[in-house]
C-alpha cells in the first residue's frame, strides 16, 4: 500500500508545494485538471468562441466589430479577472499563495463594480440581422466566431427546432431551435461560477465557524454544535428548491443558498483539527506572545488544519454544481440562460420522442464536470494524508 | 443506554424546532409572502371580490396574524401536546391531541392525507434500493481488499468513482430514452408506477378468456426497475471504499495473523474471521445515505413522474404550499434524525466495545 521512506534527508519543500506536486502527479488529477481547465477557458472565452454578432464586418465601407460592441460586464470583468490571474501566474514565485488568490479576487470584484457601471451593451439585440444582411448584400463581409450562434438565438429567420447534428449546427439545436453547441459553451460558465463562488462561502463560513468552535471548547462549542446540527440536518435540495420557488429564479440567490446549506461539513472538519492543534507548543507559544486572537486562529492555526479541507472543497465544488444541475432539471434554474441541465430536460420530450443528442453532450458535461472535481479531490486526498483514505467515516 | 436514547430524543426537538422555524422563515419573509400565489391563483378579481378572499384566507389560515403568532399556530397544531379544538372550533383546554398537519393551500386537502400517499411510495423505492445497494457493494468491497493492487481493485474502484459522478438526471435521461423511449428499445414504461389498466387485475399473473394478464405485482415491479437502478448505482462507490478499508484494515489485525497461524486458509481468514468484524463500520454510515436517498428521490420521483414524497414537495414548493412545505420538511428531518439514533443503537448492540454511558 504505502512504501515506507527511510531516507530522512530534511527538504525545504514547503508542505502546501509538495501537497500540489503530489496531486499533479497523479494521473486522476491531471485529468481532472485538464477538463477544469477546458470549462473555464470555454467559460471565460464563450463571447468569443460562439456568438452570433460577426468578430467584425464591412457595412458599406465602414468595418465595426459588433462582437466587441454587444459585450456584456460579466463578459468584461471576466477577461480582466483571467488577465490577472495570469499576471499572478508569472509572478508565482514571488507571492504566496494565499496573496495570489486575495490579489485575483480583489481584481475580479473591482472589475465586476466597474464594468457593471460603465458596459451597456444595446439592449434590442436581432441576430438574424447579420445572416440576413450577408445573404441579401447590405453586409459585404462578415467574419463569424467558430460557432456562429449565440446561446439566445433561436433562428427566428429559418426556425430548425431539435434538429439533429448537422453542417449547420455542429451538436444540434434544443427545442427552441438554439444552437446546443453555442449553448453548452456559454453555460460552462454557470457551472464554473456556481461550483466556486457556493464552495467559497461555505468554506468561508466553515472556517469561521469551525475556528471558533474548535478554539473555545465548552459551553459555546456545545451551544454552536447544536445549530450546526440544525443545518446538517435539513435536506439541502428541499431548502434550495423552498427558496428558489419562493424568491425567485436568480443565479446569484441560488449560489448563496448552496453554500449557505453547505457549509456544517468543513466547520466540524475544521473544528476536530483545531481540537488536536490547541494543545500544541506553537499554539501555546502564539498565545503566550500575546498575539491578537484572530492571528493565533487564522494565521497560525488554519494553515496547520486546512488540508482536509481542501479535499472536502473539492468534492464540494462537485456536490454544488450537481444542486444546480437538479434545479435546473426540475425548471427551478434560470430563465432562458443557458444550462446544461435544462438542455437535458429537453431530451426525452412528452410522447415518447427522444433527442439523443440533447442527452448526449450536455449530459457527459455534467458527468465530466463532477468526475473531474471528484477526481481531484481524490487525487489531494492521497497526497495530503494517505492514511486518511482508512478513515472508516471521517 | 435508555438514558441516553431518552436524552438523543429530547435533543431532536430543539433541532426540529430550529429546521421548521428556518423553513417558516424563509417562506415568511419571501416577497408577496405566501398568500400572493393563492391570491393571484384565482386570476383576476374585482376589488371587492379580492378583499373577501383576502378575508377569507386570513380567517382560515391566520394569515394575517404577526409571523411569530403564526408560527406558534403552526406549532401547536402539529404537536402532539397542546391547546386542542374540537371540530366545531370550540377550545378543549391543553393536553394530549392528535397531531394535525393542516390543510394543503392548492390542493385543499388535508396534508395528512397527500402524505399518507406520497411516503409509502418514496420509501418501497428506498427500501428496494437498499438491499441492492449493500449486497453489491459488500461483495465488490471484500474482492477489491482481497485483490488490493490488482487490476480487479483499480478497475472497480475507477468505475465506481466514474458512477458516483454520474449525474441521477442524466441516468435517468439516458435510461428513459434508449430503454423506454418509441424510437430506441421500448421495455421499459416512461412513467408512474402502474399501468392504466393495473387496478382491473389480479395482483398475481394469471391466463382467463382473454388472455394473459401479467398481475398487479409484476406490473409494478416492472415499473420499478429504471427508478430502482437510478437510486441504486450512486451508492456503490462510497460504501465499496468503506468495505474496502475497513476488510483490509481486519486482514492486518492481530487476530487474522493469529488465525493464519493456525493453519487457517486465506479463504477461511477472510470469510469466517475477518467479514464479520469488517461490516461494522457499515452500520455507521447506513444513516448517512438516507438522506441522500430521499433527495436522490426527488430527483428519481420528478423524470419518472412518480407521486412520491419529492414529487410532492417540488409541486408544493413551486405553489407556495406553506402547510405541505413545512410538514414535509418536519417529515423528513424526524425520518433523518431518527434513522440517525436507530444506527447508533444498532452499533451499540453490534460491537459491545461501543458503550454511550
Same mark, same amino acid.
Given at each position: 500500500m504505502s512504501e515506507i521512506n527511510l531516507t530522512t534527508a530534511v527538504s525545504d519543500e514547503?508542505?502546501?508545494?509538495?501537497?500540489?506536486?503530489?496531486?499533479?502527479?497523479?494521473?486522476?488529477?491531471?485529468?481532472?485538471?485538464?477538463?477544469?481547465?477546458?470549462?473555464?477557458?470555454?467559460?471565460?472565452?464563450?463571447?468569443?468562441?460562439?456568438?452570433?454578432?460577426?468578430?467584425?464586418?464591412?457595412?458599406?465601407?465602414?468595418?465595426?466589430?459588433?462582437?466587441?460592441?454587444?459585450?456584456?460586464?460579466?463578459?468584461?470583468?471576466?477577461?480582466?479577472?483571467?488577465?490577472?490571474?495570469?499576471?499572478?501566474?508569472?509572478?508565482?514565485?514571488?507571492?504566496?499563495?494565499?496573496?495570489?488568490?486575495?490579489?485575483?479576487?480583489?481584481?475580479?470584484?473591482?472589475?465586476?463594480?466597474?464594468?457593471?457601471?460603465?458596459?451597456?451593451?444595446?439592449?434590442?439585440?436581432?441576430?438574424?440581422?447579420?445572416?440576413?444582411?450577408?445573404?441579401?448584400?447590405?453586409?459585404?463581409?462578415?467574419?463569424?466566431?467558430?460557432?456562429?450562434?449565440?446561446?439566445?438565438?433561436?433562428?427566428?429567420?429559418?426556425?430548425?427546432?431539435?434538429?439533429?447534428?448537422?453542417?449547420?449546427?455542429?451538436?444540434?439545436?434544443?427545442a427552441d431551435g438554439a444552437d446546443v453547441m453555442s449553448r453548452m459553451i456559454h453555460a460552462s460558465r454557470i457551472a464554473l461560477a456556481i461550483g466556486l463562488v457556493a464552495t467559497g462561502i461555505a468554506f468561508v463560513i466553515g472556517v469561521l465557524y469551525g475556528g471558533v468552535m474548535g478554539f473555545f471548547a465548552g459551553w459555546v462549542e456545545i451551544l454552536m454544535m447544536r445549530f450546526l446540527e440544525i443545518f446538517e440536518s435539513i435536506p439541502q435540495l428541499f431548502l434550495v428548491i423552498t427558496v428558489v420557488a419562493f424568491f425567485g429564479r436568480n443565479i446569484y440567490l441560488i449560489m448563496v443558498v448552496i453554500g449557505v446549506t453547505s457549509w456544517p461539513g468543513y466547520a466540524r472538519f475544521l473544528r476536530a483539527e483545531f481540537l488536536k492543534l490547541r494543545k500544541q507548543d506553537f499554539v501555546q507559544a502564539a498565545e503566550a506572545c500575546g498575539l491578537p486572537l484572530w492571528s493565533i486562529l487564522f494565521r497560525h492555526m488554519l494553515p496547520n488544519g486546512v488540508a482536509p479541507l481542501l479535499v472536502a472543497a473539492s468534492f464540494g465544488i462537485a456536490s454544488a454544481i450537481l444542486t444546480e444541475a437538479v434545479l435546473s432539471f426540475l425548471g427551478l434554474g434560470l430563465v432562458d440562460e443557458p444550462s446544461w441541465a435544462a438542455m437535458l430536460n429537453q431530451a426525452v420530450g412528452p410522447g415518447g420522442t427522444f433527442a439523443v443528442w440533447l442527452a448526449t453532450y450536455p449530459g457527459l458535461a455534467i458527468f465530466l464536470t463532477v468526475f473531474a472535481y471528484n477526481l481531484i479531490g481524490e487525487a489531494l486526498r492521497d497526497a495530503i494524508d494517505p492514511h486518511l483514505e482508512q478513515r472508516p467515516n471521517p | 443506554m435508555v438514558n441516553y436514547i431518552i436524552r438523543r430524543i429530547l435533543l431532536m426537538l430543539p433541532t426540529l424546532l430550529g429546521i421548521t422555524l428556518l423553513v417558516f422563515a424563509i417562506m415568511a419573509i419571501a416577497p408577496g409572502g405566501v398568500g400572493a400565489s393563492l391570491l393571484s391563483s384565482s386570476g383576476d378579481l374585482r376589488p371587492e371580490e379580492r378583499a373577501a378572499m383576502e378575508a377569507y384566507l386570513n380567517q382560515r389560515y391566520g394569515l394575517d396574524q404577526p409571523l411569530p403568532m403564526q408560527y406558534l399556530r403552526w406549532l401547536n397544531q402539529v404537536s402532539p401536546i397542546g391547546f386542542a379544538k374540537d371540530e366545531n372550533g370550540v377550545e378543549q383546554g391543553f393536553g394530549l391531541k392528535v397531531p394535525n398537519l393542516g390543510m394543503s393551500f392548492a390542493?385543499?386537502?388535508?396534508?395528512?392525507?397527500?402524505?399518507?400517499?406520497?411516503?409509502?411510495? %418514496?420509501?418501497? #423505492?428506498?427500501?428496494? &434500493? /437498499? @438491499?441492492? $445497494?449493500?449486497?453489491?457493494?459488500?461483495?465488490? !468491497?471484500?474482492?477489491?481488499?482481497?485483490?488490493?493492487?490488482?487490476?480487479?481493485?483499480?478497475?472497480?474502484? %475507477?468505475?465506481? #468513482?466514474?458512477?458516483? &459522478? /454520474? @449525474?441521477? $438526471?442524466?441516468?435517468?435521461?439516458?435510461?428513459? !430514452?434508449?430503454?423506454?423511449?418509441?424510437?430506441?428499445?421500448?421495455?421499459?414504461?416512461?412513467?408512474?408506477?402502474?399501468?392504466?389498466?393495473a387496478d382491473r387485475w389480479t395482483f398475481l399473473p394469471s391466463a382467463s378468456g382473454d388472455g394473459w394478464q401479467r398481475g398487479y405485482l409484476l406490473d409494478a415491479m416492472w415499473h420499478m426497475v429504471l427508478p430502482v437502478i437510478c437510486l441504486t448505482y450512486t451508492g456503490f462507490a462510497f460504501l465499496t471504499k468503506l468495505t474496502r478499508s475497513s476488510v483490509l484494515e481486519n486482514l492486518q489485525a492481530d487476530y487474522a495473523r493469529t488465525a493464519r497461524a493456525?493453519?487457517?486458509?486465506?479463504?477461511?481468514?477472510?470469510?469466517?474471521?475477518?467479514?464479520?468484524?469488517?461490516?461494522?463500520?457499515?452500520?455507521?454510515?447506513?444513516?448517512?445515505?438516507?438522506?441522500?436517498?430521499?433527495?436522490?428521490?426527488?430527483?428519481?420521483?420528478?423524470?419518472?413522474?412518480?407521486?412520491?414524497?419529492?414529487?410532492?414537495?417540488?409541486?408544493?414548493?413551486?405553489?407556495?404550499?406553506?402547510?405541505?412545505?413545512l410538514s414535509i420538511t418536519l417529515i423528513t428531518s424526524l425520518l433523518t434524525l431518527v434513522s440517525y439514533l436507530l444506527v447508533d443503537i444498532c452499533y451499540a448492540a453490534a460491537d459491545p466495545r461501543v458503550s454511550y454511558e
Open positions: 514547503s508542505f502546501s508545494r509538495r501537497v500540489i506536486r503530489d496531486t499533479i502527479r497523479r494521473r486522476g488529477a491531471q485529468f481532472g485538471l485538464c477538463w477544469v481547465v477546458i470549462v473555464a477557458v470555454s467559460g471565460i472565452f464563450a463571447p468569443f468562441l460562439a456568438n452570433s454578432h460577426p468578430y467584425w464586418m464591412v457595412v458599406a465601407g465602414e468595418v465595426s466589430s459588433p462582437l466587441i460592441a454587444h459585450l456584456e460586464w460579466a463578459d468584461v470583468a471576466l477577461l480582466v479577472t483571467f488577465g490577472a490571474a495570469v499576471v499572478v501566474w508569472l509572478l508565482r514565485d514571488c507571492l504566496s499563495g494565499f496573496r495570489a488568490i486575495g490579489i485575483i479576487s480583489v481584481v475580479g470584484v473591482i472589475a465586476s463594480g466597474i464594468s457593471l457601471l460603465t458596459v451597456s451593451p444595446p439592449e434590442a439585440v436581432v441576430f438574424d440581422q447579420y445572416r440576413v444582411g450577408l445573404a441579401n448584400g447590405d453586409i459585404e463581409s462578415a467574419v463569424f466566431a467558430p460557432v456562429a450562434f449565440s446561446p439566445t438565438d433561436r433562428s427566428r429567420d429559418a426556425p430548425v427546432p431539435l434538429s439533429a447534428p448537422g453542417a449547420l449546427h455542429w451538436m444540434g439545436t434544443d | 390542493k385543499n386537502r388535508p396534508v395528512t392525507q397527500l402524505v399518507a400517499e406520497a411516503l409509502p411510495i %418514496t420509501l418501497l #423505492l428506498n427500501f428496494l &434500493s /437498499v @438491499p441492492f $445497494i449493500f449486497v453489491l457493494s459488500i461483495v465488490m !468491497g471484500v474482492y477489491t481488499a482481497r485483490f488490493r493492487g490488482q487490476a480487479l481493485d483499480v478497475g472497480i474502484g %475507477t468505475a465506481n #468513482l466514474a458512477l458516483w &459522478s /454520474v @449525474p441521477v $438526471i442524466w441516468a435517468g435521461v439516458l435510461l428513459i !430514452g434508449f430503454l423506454a423511449s418509441d424510437e430506441y428499445l421500448n421495455w421499459f414504461p416512461t412513467s408512474g408506477l402502474e399501468s392504466l389498466q493456525k493453519g487457517a486458509s486465506e479463504s477461511t481468514v477472510l470469510w469466517h474471521h475477518v467479514f464479520r468484524n469488517s461490516l461494522l463500520p457499515l452500520f455507521t454510515v447506513a444513516a448517512s445515505i438516507l438522506p441522500g436517498l430521499l433527495v436522490g428521490s426527488v430527483i428519481v420521483e420528478s423524470i419518472f413522474s412518480i407521486d412520491g414524497m419529492g414529487r410532492l414537495v417540488v409541486q408544493a414548493a413551486k405553489l407556495r404550499d406553506r402547510e405541505v412545505v
